[in-house]
C-alpha cells in the first residue's frame, strides 16, 4: 500500500511560481511510476506530468512544456511539481498519482493509477 500528500498549493499571481509536493508512505515509493494531474471546477481529471521511478523517462501535456517540472526524491520518497509562469488557466486542484507499472505513454491516463492523494488546491490569478 503507498498513501500520497500533497502539499503546496495556494494562492499565486500569473507568473508566479509554485512548488507542490508528494510525500509517499512505503518503501516501494522507489520503484513506482509518479504522476501529477489537475482537476478544474466542471472538467475531467486532466494528466499534467509523469516521471518514471527512475527519472529515465518524463511526460508532460503540451499545456505545461517549459513551465512545470516534474521530479523525485526516492530518498525522501517524496515527488514534487515545479510549477513557474503561471497562468490563470492552471487554476484546479493537483492531485499526485502512483503506480506499480509503467505504461509509458498510456501513463497519461488517470485510469490506470492505483493511489492517489487527497489534492492540494492551485489559484492563478490575473
Known amino acids: 500500500q503507498v498513501q500520497l500528500v500533497e502539499s503546496g498549493g495556494g494562492a499565486v499571481q500569473a507568473g508566479g511560481s509554485l512548488r507542490l509536493s508528494c510525500a509517499a508512505s512505503?518503501?516501494?515509493?522507489?520503484?513506482?511510476?509518479m504522476g501529477w494531474f489537475h482537476q478544474a471546477p466542471g472538467k475531467y481529471r486532466e494528466f499534467v506530468a509523469v516521471?518514471?521511478?527512475?527519472?529515465?523517462?518524463?511526460y508532460y501535456a503540451d499545456s505545461v512544456k517549459g513551465r512545470f517540472i516534474i521530479s523525485r526524491d526516492n530518498a525522501k520518497t517524496t515527488a514534487y511539481l515545479q510549477m513557474s509562469s503561471l497562468k490563470p488557466e492552471d487554476t484546479a486542484i493537483y492531485y499526485c498519482?502512483?503506480?506499480?507499472?509503467?505504461?509509458?505513454?498510456?501513463?497519461?491516463?488517470?485510469?490506470?493509477?492505483?493511489?492517489w492523494g487527497q489534492g492540494t488546491q492551485v489559484t492563478v490569478s490575473s
Open positions: 512505503g518503501r516501494t515509493f522507489i520503484s513506482y511510476t
Open positions: 498519482a502512483a503506480d506499480a507499472r509503467w505504461r509509458g505513454t498510456a501513463a497519461r491516463i488517470s485510469g490506470g493509477y492505483a493511489y
Open positions: 516521471q518514471t521511478w527512475s527519472g529515465s523517462d518524463t
